[in-house]
């Protein structure tokens, strides 16, 4: 097994979401250290290093083919700071003049720290999964709570542009949940508050589970709005 290839399920060669202000590609690697009841994305949980279907190059090609109106690359998952291989993935991706948005849970600060020293990563996506002291029972998973506060405090600090994200699940978070929160990120400069995707297969009781309507989205946003820069509604 080469430990330092990043294992990538799956190629997207055209995003207008992914990467605020770009058109960019994405890709999806395995492997993923929680177990949210609403990942969109389980077949990607377990590392799959061997079976991984597109190839490293596969994607260094690509992304030469189309540089020039697709300017960014979204690492995301699973959760991609779990890979050793990261640092030299980015590093190509990068020489060919593009730039990386990582998408992370924030449970690697260290792997993130050192991708800011490197000067390898423009734009960080992390998801806050809870109010920190319900991670986790919402990710059903052993946390390392100290590294997500870490992660916390590094993007806050400035370096690299950023933005905190939320997945709204109802029966799971409801507003106060979100405006704590809010009270934990204030002042940070980008809120995003997403919608579920799909429903989630480690737990049936989330499978007859509706999104929350537009109106109560829309008074959640409202809710927790003041605390930030801007705040934005993904859905
Ligand atoms: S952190 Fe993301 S990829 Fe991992 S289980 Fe949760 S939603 Fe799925």
Do not use: W
Request: proline letters at 5%; aromatic letters at 8%.
């Amino acid at each position: 097994m080469n430990r330092l290839r990043v294992p990538i399920a799956r190629l997207l060669k055209l995003s207008l979401r992914d990467y605020p202000g770009k058109l960019c590609s994405k890709v999806y690697v395995y492997g993923c250290n929680f177990r949210c009841p609403y990942c969109p994305d389980t077949d990607l949980i377990h590392n799959q290093q061997e079976g991984s279907k597109v190839l490293e190059s596969d994607v260094y090609d690509h992304l030469y083919r189309v540089r020039g109106y697709v300017t960014g690359l979204c690492i995301g998952g699973g959760e991609p700071t779990l890979h050793n291989g990261l640092l030299g993935f980015i590093y190509r991706v990068k020489s060919l003049g593009h730039d990386v948005k990582l998408d992370t849970n924030g449970t690697r600060y260290k792997r993130i720290e050192k991708l800011m020293e490197e000067r390898l990563i423009d734009y960080v996506s992390m998801e806050i999964k809870a109010p920190l002291e319900r991670y986790p029972e919402i990710v059903m998973s052993k946390v390392d709570m100290d590294s997500v506060r870490q992660s916390i405090r590094l993007l806050r600090r400035g370096g690299v542009d950023h933005e905190f994200t939320v997945t709204m699940i109802p029966g799971l978070l409801d507003g106060a949940d979100l405006e704590e929160i809010a009270q934990y990120l204030i002042g940070s400069k980008r809120f995003v508050l997403q919608q579920l995707t799909l429903p989630g297969r480690h737990c049936p009781e989330l499978e007859d589970v509706d999104r929350y309507s537009l109106n109560e989205v829309r008074a959640f946003r409202d809710r927790v709005a003041p605390y930030f820069g801007s705040c934005e509604l993904r859905i």
